[in-house]
């Protein structure tokens, strides 16, 4: 059994969130995790060795120099092919400002544990499928995500991000890179809501309507789900499973159970 990965220490969030090419639409999206912004912040801005951005984010130098590569390729793809870079998520805790040898001093003065334990407890991401402001139906081919960042029980901000012609079990990764932790949505694949459970996301599907609405719904306790919703496929190709990605997009649809979403 591998052993799970240490929460990475970053000294604070990023000042902006996104970046995107100026005069064009955008090409796809990148998502640059906090704690592989961080490494870039401590080795390219504070020109900090591999060994102190170690020290710093409480990791090995090897695991460090694993984080940086994939930042500098995630800024490299974004830049040379005009995708948008989208910084959430990833493996971290903020810092207590304890490390004062290592910390930077406005992380050191604002700091503090309560207010780290109160914003984890009441932070999250949800996202919705979405499409023209509802909920679109059918996971494994949703073009468009809503994502709605919640604290305290509270929209504070939303941004709708393109998939990029990804579809079913890739979306949950997507979704993870994301640092998604609960998806709203209507019909989806036995095989996508295994991935979501192993990227440890939480499901309610076969919900129809406003997706605004749905996630305040979901937010006053009282949204109304399907818990046992599937992908209803009704032409497969020979040998084909819900689950498998390589159902034809033009022969079946999502949905979920036999009846949700009428009247």
Known sequence: MARPSKCRRICREPAFESFAPDGISSRGNIVLTLDEYEAIRLIDLEKNTHEQ???????????????????????????????????????????????????????????????????????????????????????????????????????VRSQVVDTQGQGHGALSGFLAQAGVDVLICGGIGGGAQTALKEAEIQLFGGVVGLADEAVQAYLAGDLAYDPDVHCSHHHHEQGHSCGDHACQEDKHGCAGNEGAGRA
Do not use: W
């Not at 974004?78 to 040898?101: E, N, P």
């Open 53 to 155: 951005c170690a020290a710093q984010m409480e990791v090995s130098r090897s695991t460090v120099t694993e984080i940086y590569e994939a930042a500098r390729y995630k800024i490299a793809d974004s830049l040379v092919h005009g995708k948008a870079l989208l910084i959430s998520g990833g493996h971290y805790r903020f810092c207590d400002g304890t490390a004062s040898a290592f910390c930077h001093r406005s992380c050191v003065r604002t700091i503090n544990p309560q207010t780290i334990q109160r914003k984890e407890e009441m932070q999250m991401r949800i996202a919705v499928t979405y499409q023209d402001g509802m909920i679109f139906q059918h996971f494994g081919h949703t073009e468009q995500f809503k994502l709605y960042d919640v604290e305290n029980g509270k929209i």
